[in-house]
């Protein structure tokens, strides 16, 4: 087994030592996912989904089935935002 102490794999980036200051980060702030990040359902709203989905079935409830399903996929929070 290779030891870690003595090491000197030159493709490693080097850690710069307190003297040294970091390069110029160029991207800073233009990368990331912004507005957008979470665009998704949430795992409440799938669980809430589900729930809903299950109770239509047991009622034999087609309207609270497909509620549960656009909750679950998220639809009802596109529609909703569209809507605004």
Known sequence: IPSAVG???SSRPSIPSGNEEYPEMHHAGKVGYGPNYHHG?????????????????IKRSPELVQHG???KS???ARKEKEAD
């Open 41 to 57: 359902p949430t795992t409440a709203d799938k669980v809430t989904g589900l729930k809903e989905e299950v109770f239509g079935k």
């Open 7 to 9: 090491n000197t794999d």
């Open 69 to 71: 399903k656009d909750l």
């Open 74 to 76: 998220g639809d009802l």
